[in-house]
């Protein structure tokens, strides 16, 4: 089998083996009398459920497997620094969920659509909370940008493919994994808390914004050629998002949260494809510039 058959046969046994796994950690609970996933929650150390731990680790344990047996290998993983030359991507890649944010926050506060709650809690406070979100949403965030960057974004540029394909590949495939923890482990009132949406609609929409950060992520990985700007990007969504959210720092209202929604909202996520396709414009660039030298 050539690299090219073995690379697609490889990503298809990735998407279906993380697909399939999330419905059998359903059934999992399931046959533990655990079908009211409303009481399950997201958070594994508050009571998560033994399918929602299989369904969050299955796509390292495929990655593993096809690393180690399906002949994909472990060299050029993408676990490599690579700092010496990309110290400003690892610096945008630390700045870029900020700035985003900040900006969200500054425009939905302007237009009504984002209210400060708590005044109670200080910077101080919240940059000691955020310290420590960036510390364990660290550790966590290195086995997904291992799978989704350091494997699937890696492979599928293998092939040589338009830029847009792999956008929506990488997309899709990150998403529809996501299928069974939308429309089963997460409860109707956490969706309803980031965007007053049905699950079906929620997960359309949801596609449609994981997408668009794929640009982003797949042209900060494919200047570096390293997983670690990434951890440090989705480090700091995490870290910086839900502090404001949990703690009641600040509240979207639900008539314009389909713009200012943090996660998902039009606004953020207009800014963050302008960012990724900045990104491919800046590597356009870089790539004419290393052929004209040639």
Known sequence: M?????????????????????????????????????????????????????????????????????????????????LKDNKM?????????????????????????????????????YIGILFVQIATQFIKNIFEESVWRAYLTNQLLKLKLSDLKIYLLV?????????????????ESEIYNVLPVGRGTFFLIGFIVVTCWSVMYTEIFRITKTLWPLVIAHTMEDAVINPLLLMGILSVEKSQAIFFSLSVGIVPTILYLTVGLTIRRWRKKQEQSQVAKL
């Open 89 to 125: 991507m690892y610096l945008i890649s630390f700045l870029i969920y900020p700035t985003v944010t900040l900006t969200v926050v500054i425009l939905g506060t302007m237009t009504g659509g984002i209210r400060f709650l708590n005044a109670n809690i200080t910077i101080k406070t």
């Open 171 to 187: 997309g899709f495939i990150w998403w529809i994994w996501h299928l069974p923890y939308i429309m089963i482990f997460l409860s």
């Open 2 to 82: 050539n690299d090219v058959k073995k690379i697609r046969r490889n990503i298809l046994i990735f998407a279906i083996f993380c697909t399939i796994c999330g419905w059998i950690g359903y059934l999992i609970d399931l046959s533990a009398n655990r079908a009211h996933y409303e009481n399950i929650g997201t958070n594994i150390d508050e009571g998560g459920s033994l399918g929602l731990i299989l369904w969050l680790i299955s796509p390292m344990i495929c990655t593993i497997i096809l690393r180690t047996f399906g002949g994909d290998g472990w060299k050029n993983a993408g676990f490599a620094p690579n």
